[in-house]
Antibody, heavy 120, light 110 residues
Framework: QVQLQESGPGLVKPSETLSLTCTVS????????WSWIRQPPGRGLEWIGY???????NYNPSLKSRVTISADMSKNQFSLKLSSVTAADTALYFC??????????????WGRGTLVTVSS | QSALTQPASVSGSPGQSITISCTGT?????????VSWYQQLPGKAPKLIIY???NRPSGVSNRFSGSKSGNTASLTISGLQAEDEADYYC??????????FGGGTKLAVL
């Protein structure tokens, strides 16, 4: 059974870079579009972007200038870096996998989420 | 890209049916059949309940159904149960090759 687990610092200072990792257990990164999604406290979901196993990426246009998603196939992990963070980036960050290979638009497997707070 | 528009809240009594709307544009909801719906319980990750406008993943109750007309997608829950009380989100693929979510709808089962 494939499981996802987010990890990373829970507190980041303003203007610094947020870095998170999603570890995929029980399965491989190959063939799927792996996404990051976030949810500010008490608010809705926002898609951040995805990486495909070959390394191709696609980002939310509103975050594109600050986002980098990468993958380490040998470790079965993919990562998120969000630069120049502000309080508006405080959110619960989820990693997610789509319901089928070749799709990225719907997610049937999610991590539990990790809360990142931006504060000095 | 702007979030899809959902009502902030809806409510219904046990056994009733309710419908949650999700309005976008011809560049997202209206232009593709890539609309999905999620149920989110407090403190939990979202759970996929509808994909491809009207398809239910294995294990999801047939009380949940999806449809689309023009730029508006809809989620209908029939035979409302107390356990259905949750937040519901729609999402759609966009012409920018991105994904956009709705603002979310809080369902209260009275």
């Amino acid at each position: 059974q494939v499981q996802l687990q987010e990890s990373g610092p829970g507190l980041v200072k303003p203007s610094e870079t947020l870095s998170l990792t999603c570890t995929v257990s029980g399965g491989s990164l190959s063939g799927y579009y792996w996404s990051w999604i976030r949810q500010p406290p008490g608010r809705g979901l926002e898609w951040i972007g995805y990486i495909y196993d070959s390394g191709s990426t696609n980002y939310n246009p509103s975050l594109k200038s600050r986002v980098t998603i990468s993958a380490d196939m040998s470790k079965n992990q993919f990562s998120l870096k969000l630069s120049s963070v502000t309080a508006a980036d405080t959110a619960l960050y989820f990693c997610a996998r789509p319901g089928g290979m070749g799709y990225f638009y719907y997610f049937d497997l999610w991590g539990r989420g990790t809360l990142v707070t931006v504060s000095s | 890209q702007s979030a899809l528009t959902q009502p902030a809240s809806v409510s219904g009594s046990p056994g009733q049916s309710i419908t949650i709307s999700c309005t976008g544009t011809s560049s997202d909801v209206g232009g593709y059949t890539y609309v999905s719906w999620y149920q989110q319980l407090p403190g939990k990750a979202p759970k996929l309940i509808i994909y491809g406008v009207r398809n239910r993943p294995s294990g999801v109750s047939n009380r949940f159904s999806g449809s689309k007309s023009g730029n508006t997608a809809s989620l209908t829950i029939s035979g409302l149960q107390a356990e259905d009380e949750a937040d519901y989100y729609c999402s759609s693929y966009t012409s920018s090759s991105a994904l956009v979510f709705g603002g979310g709808t809080k369902l209260a089962v009275l």
